[in-house]
Protein backbone atom coordinates (compact mmCIF):
# COMPACT_ATOMS: atom_id res chain seq x y z
CA UNK A 1 0.00 0.00 0.00
CA UNK A 2 0.91 3.60 -1.07
CA UNK A 3 0.00 6.89 0.40
CA UNK A 4 0.27 9.55 -1.80
CA UNK A 5 -0.86 13.25 -1.37
CA UNK A 6 -3.43 14.70 -4.26
CA UNK A 7 -5.10 17.52 -4.78
CA UNK A 8 -8.83 17.42 -3.63
CA UNK A 9 -9.87 17.77 -7.16
CA UNK A 10 -7.31 15.29 -8.35
CA UNK A 11 -9.20 12.59 -10.58
CA UNK A 12 -8.62 9.58 -8.07
CA UNK A 13 -10.07 11.78 -5.44
CA UNK A 14 -13.21 12.81 -7.58
CA UNK A 15 -13.78 9.25 -8.21
CA UNK A 16 -13.40 8.02 -4.58
CA UNK A 17 -15.58 11.08 -3.33
CA UNK A 18 -18.29 10.11 -5.59
CA UNK A 19 -18.08 6.74 -4.08
CA UNK A 20 -18.59 7.68 -1.06
CA UNK A 21 -21.12 10.24 -1.69
CA UNK A 22 -22.88 7.63 -2.78
CA UNK A 23 -22.85 5.65 0.16
CA UNK A 24 -23.83 8.00 2.26
CA UNK A 25 -27.11 8.72 -0.18
CA UNK A 26 -27.65 4.71 0.12
CA UNK A 27 -27.40 5.20 4.48
CA UNK A 28 -29.11 8.53 4.19
CA UNK A 29 -31.59 8.91 1.40
CA UNK A 30 -30.06 12.39 0.88
CA UNK A 31 -28.19 12.84 -1.85
CA UNK A 32 -24.69 12.59 -0.39
CA UNK A 33 -22.73 14.94 1.89
CA UNK A 34 -24.25 18.63 1.38
CA UNK A 35 -20.67 20.37 3.47
CA UNK A 36 -19.19 23.00 0.85
CA UNK A 37 -15.39 21.68 0.31
CA UNK A 38 -12.95 23.82 -1.95
CA UNK A 39 -9.67 22.17 -3.78
CA UNK A 40 -7.79 24.84 -2.23
CA UNK A 41 -8.94 24.06 1.44
CA UNK A 42 -6.89 20.90 1.46
CA UNK A 43 -3.57 22.74 0.33
CA UNK A 44 -0.71 22.34 2.99
CA UNK A 45 -0.18 23.77 5.38
CA UNK A 46 -3.66 24.65 5.97
CA UNK A 47 -4.77 20.99 5.26
CA UNK A 48 -3.88 17.93 3.18
CA UNK A 49 -5.32 15.26 1.07
CA UNK A 50 -4.47 11.57 1.01
CA UNK A 51 -4.91 8.88 -1.11
CA UNK A 52 -3.88 5.27 -0.51
CA UNK A 53 -2.97 2.93 -3.68
CA UNK A 54 -2.74 -0.69 -3.54
CA UNK A 55 -0.15 -2.75 -5.49
CA UNK A 56 -1.94 -2.39 -8.79
CA UNK A 57 -1.95 1.29 -8.14
CA UNK A 58 -5.76 1.36 -7.45
CA UNK A 59 -6.92 4.15 -5.48
CA UNK A 60 -8.50 2.45 -2.28
CA UNK A 61 -9.01 4.58 0.57
CA UNK A 62 -8.95 8.35 1.19
CA UNK A 63 -9.22 10.65 3.99
CA UNK A 64 -8.08 14.53 4.42
CA UNK A 65 -8.22 17.34 7.04
CA UNK A 66 -8.95 21.24 6.71
CA UNK A 67 -8.07 24.18 8.67
CA UNK A 68 -10.93 25.46 10.91
CA UNK A 69 -11.13 27.98 13.48
CA UNK A 70 -13.99 29.44 15.88
CA UNK A 71 -17.09 30.88 13.41
CA UNK A 72 -21.21 30.59 13.73
CA UNK A 73 -20.54 26.98 12.60
CA UNK A 74 -19.23 25.69 15.99
CA UNK A 75 -15.74 25.28 15.45
CA UNK A 76 -13.03 26.29 17.92
CA UNK A 77 -9.38 28.09 16.98
CA UNK A 78 -6.76 25.21 16.22
CA UNK A 79 -9.81 22.73 15.33
CA UNK A 80 -8.54 20.61 12.33
CA UNK A 81 -11.39 18.99 10.76
CA UNK A 82 -11.26 15.13 8.92
CA UNK A 83 -13.09 15.00 6.22
CA UNK A 84 -13.95 11.99 3.65
CA UNK A 85 -12.86 9.23 5.20
CA UNK A 86 -13.42 6.61 2.88
CA UNK A 87 -12.24 2.64 2.01
CA UNK A 88 -13.74 0.98 -0.81
CA UNK A 89 -16.14 -1.59 0.26
CA UNK A 90 -13.64 -4.62 -1.09
CA UNK A 91 -10.38 -3.46 1.01
CA UNK A 92 -12.36 -2.63 3.89
CA UNK A 93 -11.20 -4.40 7.89
CA UNK A 94 -7.51 -4.00 6.62
CA UNK A 95 -6.45 -1.49 8.61
CA UNK A 96 -5.79 1.73 5.92
CA UNK A 97 -8.80 3.88 7.58
CA UNK A 98 -6.12 3.55 10.81
CA UNK A 99 -2.93 4.65 8.70
CA UNK A 100 -4.58 7.46 6.56
CA UNK A 101 -6.27 8.21 10.66
CA UNK A 102 -2.47 8.22 12.07
CA UNK A 103 -0.96 10.68 8.96
CA UNK A 104 -3.72 13.00 8.83
CA UNK A 105 -3.57 13.28 12.88
CA UNK A 106 0.41 14.11 12.80
CA UNK A 107 0.63 15.79 9.83
CA UNK A 108 -2.67 18.47 11.48
CA UNK A 109 -0.01 18.33 14.62
CA UNK A 110 2.73 19.63 12.85
CA UNK A 111 0.63 22.09 11.26
CA UNK A 112 0.25 23.37 14.67
CA UNK A 113 -3.48 22.48 15.02
CA UNK A 114 -4.47 21.15 18.64
CA UNK A 115 -7.45 19.49 17.95
CA UNK A 116 -9.13 17.10 15.46
CA UNK A 117 -12.56 17.39 14.94
CA UNK A 118 -15.03 15.19 12.60
CA UNK A 119 -18.88 14.56 12.03
CA UNK A 120 -20.06 11.34 10.67
CA UNK A 121 -23.57 9.80 11.60
CA UNK A 122 -25.19 7.15 13.67
CA UNK A 123 -26.11 5.26 10.13
CA UNK A 124 -22.33 4.93 9.97
CA UNK A 125 -21.56 2.79 12.79
CA UNK A 126 -18.16 1.01 11.29
CA UNK A 127 -16.64 5.49 11.24
CA UNK A 128 -17.54 5.53 15.51
CA UNK A 129 -16.26 2.41 16.03
CA UNK A 130 -12.92 4.07 14.48
CA UNK A 131 -13.03 7.19 15.73
CA UNK A 132 -13.85 6.25 19.47
CA UNK A 133 -11.59 3.17 19.19
CA UNK A 134 -8.58 6.05 17.99
CA UNK A 135 -9.14 8.28 20.81
CA UNK A 136 -12.19 10.38 19.40
CA UNK A 137 -14.97 11.50 21.78
CA UNK A 138 -18.43 12.79 21.69
CA UNK A 139 -18.16 16.76 21.44
CA UNK A 140 -20.91 19.64 20.82
CA UNK A 141 -22.26 19.45 17.48
CA UNK A 142 -20.30 21.68 14.79
CA UNK A 143 -20.58 21.83 10.92
CA UNK A 144 -23.24 21.95 8.37
CA UNK A 145 -24.96 19.40 9.70
CA UNK A 146 -25.27 20.58 13.57
CA UNK A 147 -28.69 20.63 13.96
CA UNK A 148 -29.36 17.38 11.91
CA UNK A 149 -30.65 14.64 14.75
CA UNK A 150 -28.12 11.98 12.76
CA UNK A 151 -25.17 14.16 13.02
CA UNK A 152 -22.72 13.15 15.55
CA UNK A 153 -19.50 14.72 16.30
CA UNK A 154 -16.84 13.86 18.11
CA UNK A 155 -12.92 15.54 19.01
CA UNK A 156 -9.24 14.17 19.97
CA UNK A 157 -6.73 16.61 21.32
CA UNK A 158 -3.75 16.34 19.38
Known amino acids: MNIRRVPFDHPDAVK ?25 MFEPPAGLYLIV ?3 QDRPVATG ?4 QDENDEGY ?9 MFVIEEMRGRGLARRI ?4 EEDAR ?8 LETGSKQPE ?8 GY ?9 RFHELSLCFAKPL
Open 110 to 117: VAGRTRMV
Open 16 to 40: LNDQVQAEYHVRYGDGGDATHLDPA
Open 137 to 145: EPCVKFGYY
Open 101 to 104: LAAL
Open 76 to 84: RNGDAELKR
Open 127 to 134: AVALYTSS
Open 64 to 67: GWRT
Open 53 to 55: YDE
